[in-house]
């Protein structure tokens, strides 16, 4: 049964030290939360835990949601507890539809905000063993795979669920044997989501059927856990032994031997990258040399037998930035580090040029007179000639006058309509490094 010495030892479990940390706690005035909230209240008078109170007011009640955060509001300023409130108005736009998600967004924004704010290093929520039961079968419904089967995770990353292995009757009990008050929310009975309808329909009745239940789901999610940790450990093998390059910025793996894998374990390897649909996995393997897929995060090209995976560049192919010095710009941010093979500054006629000047992307049509090459060439036509690769091309800046005309590849190549000559009386350098 729940107890606080029980509580504390998950908390430990969870938490090295967690009296040297502190909390902000997610408190509904539900029957959990402010359990949550009183076994907090009681290590904090016993270990001193530290540790602030956050609730919102959605108003989708009406008197019961006032009624909710009155309950939240009285308990901690009886027992001097940090209290923030978020009160829903309409300013903050509530969706027509479902509002779960949007509900869901608000709060997890409203406590991120009192935690910076308050330098608050944990947040504690209320989640119990029958949310993680509601949460497996949500995640069977939708073919989540076994990352979803896992459910509800007890530590993810500054979010504590110290709950998540005590059942909603063990709550309860808690609850009438210490005098914890509480408020029971109505809306729960109906069926409107898919939560309720799992938890009203299903679940209720899998514990009516089996009292015991509950503790052989616990232990088949720690099992569905350790399967879960095992099958990251061999993919990560795998995907040490085909990885060629590894970066922050970029990944480059063994095409051919990836393809000898398993289905799974390509699926496995390449899910890292965001790339989690089966049939375009497939399709990586057939395409050809030049092919790119992208992913939410990533772009893939497909180089021969290597698969080069970048992180996505932002879409700022329109964007410009006007450079408002004249004599001398230091362009440093805005190129890569290049080889000493370019040069650390070009010098421009001043007379020739329109300010004020600004580097931009590449636009359809660009064209430029390569210093060094006769007649005029386009800028797609020049990344060609010089075999810059997709992700190349995506860093590269041209550097241009007022009247958009192409003053340079940044660094590549200059354009020589505006070099010096004899007749030169005022030059502009450009600094490149």
Excluded at 84 to 95: A, I, Q, S
Excluded at 180 to 193: G, M, T
Aim: proline share 3%; hydrophobic share 35%; net charge neutral.
């Amino acid at each position: 049964m729940l107890s606080p010495e029980k509580f504390l030892k998950e908390l430990h479990h969870l938490l090295p030290f967690p009296e040297q940390k502190s909390f902000l706690l997610a408190v509904s005035g539900g029957v959990d939360s402010m359990v949550l909230l009183e076994l907090f209240r009681f290590h904090k008078e016993k270990y001193g835990f530290s540790f602030e109170v956050a609730h919102i007011n959605y108003g989708l009640r009406g008197t019961d949601s006032d009624a909710d955060q009155n309950l939240v509001e009285h308990f901690c300023s009886e027992h001097n507890i940090p209290f923030h409130l978020y009160k829903v108005t309409e300013k903050d736009n509530k969706p027509k539809g479902s509002i779960q998600l949007w509900a869901r967004d608000l709060r997890y924004n409203f406590f991120s905000e009192i935690m910076q704010k308050e330098s608050i290093d944990f947040l504690a929520t209320a989640h119990h063993l029958n949310d993680q039961l509601e949460t497996f079968f949500i995640n069977l419904s939708r073919g989540s795979g076994i990352n979803g089967l896992c459910g509800i995770p007890a530590k993810e990353n500054n979010i504590l669920r110290p709950l998540l292995s005590f059942t909603k009757e063990e709550i309860y009990a808690f609850a009438e044997e210490n005098g914890i008050p509480f408020r029971e929310d109505v809306s729960n009975q109906k069926n409107d989501y898919l939560r309720n309808k799992i938890r009203n329909m299903i679940t209720t009745n899998l514990l009516n059927i089996s009292p015991d239940f509950l503790q052989d789901f616990s232990k088949s999610i720690q099992i569905l856990k350790e399967t879960k940790d095992f099958i990251q450990q061999q993919t990560d093998e795998i995907l040490a032994k085909i990885t060629i390059k590894n970066s922050s910025e970029e990944s480059i793996l063994d095409k051919k031997k990836l393809s000898q894998e398993t289905e799974f374990a390509q699926f496995e390897i390449l899910r890292k990258f965001g790339f989690d649909k089966r049939k375009e996995i497939k399709k990586i393997f057939t395409a050809e040399t030049g092919k790119t897929f992208q992913s939410e995060e990533n772009i893939l090209l497909i180089n021969r037998n290597q698969l080069i995976i970048k992180k996505k560049e932002l879409n700022i192919d329109n964007e410009e930035v006007i450079l408002n010095k004249e004599v001398q710009i230091d362009l440093s941010q805005w190129t890569e580090n290049y080889t000493d093979a370019h040069p650390d500054f070009w010098i421009f006629d001043k007379d020739k040029l329109r300010f004020p000047l600004k580097i931009r992307r590449k636009q359809d049509g660009d064209f430029f007179y390569p210093k060094g090459f006769n007649g005029k060439k386009k800028i797609s036509k020049f990344f060609k000639d010089e075999k810059i690769s997709i992700f190349a091309k995506s860093k590269i800046w041209l550097l241009c006058d007022a009247e958009n005309r192409v003053m340079g590849v940044l660094p590549m190549r200059q354009d020589r309509r505006f070099l010096p000559n004899e007749e030169t009386k005022n030059t502009i350098k450009i600094k490149l490094k």
